[in-house]
């Protein structure tokens, strides 16, 4: 099977220098321009967090990327598994010591983002970017245990991820898969879940100690942030592969039912306004329904003209849809793409 090469790298980290700010994220233009050959499409993207297990897994089951080693960046490739299907290679956390930025003119294919209000170390600002960016446009996320030192590195990372997904304003659920291998056998998806119930539910009676929190609460939480499944290393590559598509299916049909299913022609503004609110606000969740509405806020008044307007024409005895139409059209296009629109058809709207 031919092997998909991995794009130029979309995101690298740099420190801050004298005069100059920072820390920055380095965000190239070339590796979003696939998703202007999907068009209306639907892109289905797999984030993959990791380092070196994460390298192997793709080249070796999903025929993703050439033979390199780990690199410290988030790159893009289609898998060629799957139609319209993205993978996001999240290695960004892999570097501790990020370069430092470099200053005068930089180059119209790229651009910086200075990251304002920082206090995280490198590594904080890479979970950041997986899980505030990248996140609310994954169907699936794949965690590779042995790249976090085991599995209670890996219910960290999730722990911490449920925590900050506490404050989602309108959560997206993606299928969050544990790829395990020989030497590390991991327990089942369910187990899994109640690891990680109770490690936020310490978390959450010690930072807030007046709320009754049971383990009950923190179940739920988990529940609405993520679905846990496990990858077993012991899968031949054929079942890995069928298993991870599978997964990939369910994940789909969830963003259908959350009308998360953005057109590739949605996904690249709106991704791109994904980081750029994260490097502005990153201790603020990005509200992905927000971000897809006309930034015109709706008037209160439209609703009395619009209805006198309706009164109006059915006074006059106007039945023309060619006449009315147009007029609750623009009135509407002050706000005209509120949540799921993106889903309907245009014979489904009624104009």
Request: contains cysteine; proline residues 9%.
């Amino acid at each position: 099977m031919a092997k998909s090469p991995f794009t130029s790298t979309w995101l690298t980290l740099r420190s801050g220098a004298p005069g100059l700010g920072g820390p920055f994220l380095h965000e190239a233009f070339a590796p979003l321009q696939y998703l202007d050959q999907l068009a209306d499409d639907q892109p289905q993207i797999i984030v993959a967090i990791g380092n070196r297990q994460k390298t192997k897994f793709l080249e070796s089951y999903l025929a993703v990327g050439p033979d390199h080693g780990a690199s410290s960046d988030v790159r893009f490739a289609p898998m060629p598994l799957a139609s319209a299907c993205l993978i996001a290679d999240c290695g960004l956390h892999t570097q501790p010591q990020p370069p430092r930025v470099k200053g005068g003119p930089q180059p119209g294919n790229s651009v910086l983002h200075e990251i304002k209000n920082s206090t995280g170390d490198a590594t904080r600002i890479a979970y950041g970017v997986y899980r505030q960016v990248l996140s609310p446009f994954a169907a699936v996320i794949l965690v590779f245990v042995s790249d976090f030192g085991g599995l209670a590195g890996a219910l960290d990372f999730l722990d911490s991820w449920a925590r900050w997904s506490m404050l989602q304003p309108m959560p997206n659920r993606p299928t969050v898969i544990l790829v395990e291998d020989k030497l590390y056998a991991l327990p089942a998806a369910k187990e899994l879940r109640l690891r990680i119930s109770t490690s936020l539910l310490r978390h959450l009676q010690v930072a807030e100690p007046t709320k009754p929190y049971a383990r009950w609460d923190t179940d739920k939480i988990v529940r609405k942030c993520f679905q846990i499944q496990v990858l077993p290393g012991s899968l031949s590559p054929t079942c890995l592969r069928n298993a991870l598509l599978d997964a990939l299916r369910q994940a789909t049909l969830e963003r259908q039912r959350l009308r998360m299913d953005f057109s590739a022609r949605h996904v690249k503004p709106l991704l791109r306004a994904a980081l750029i609110h994260f490097a502005e606000q990153a201790t603020v969740p990005f509200n992905i329904y927000q971000a897809a509405r006309i930034s015109n806020p709706i008037p209160t008044s439209l609703h009395d003209p619009l209805v006198r307007f309706l009164q109006c024409a059915a006074v006059a005895g106007i039945r023309d849809v060619s006449f009315i139409a147009p007029v609750a059209a623009s009135a509407l296009l002050v706000d005209a793409y509120p949540p799921g629109l993106h889903g309907e058809r245009v014979s489904s709207t009624g104009y």
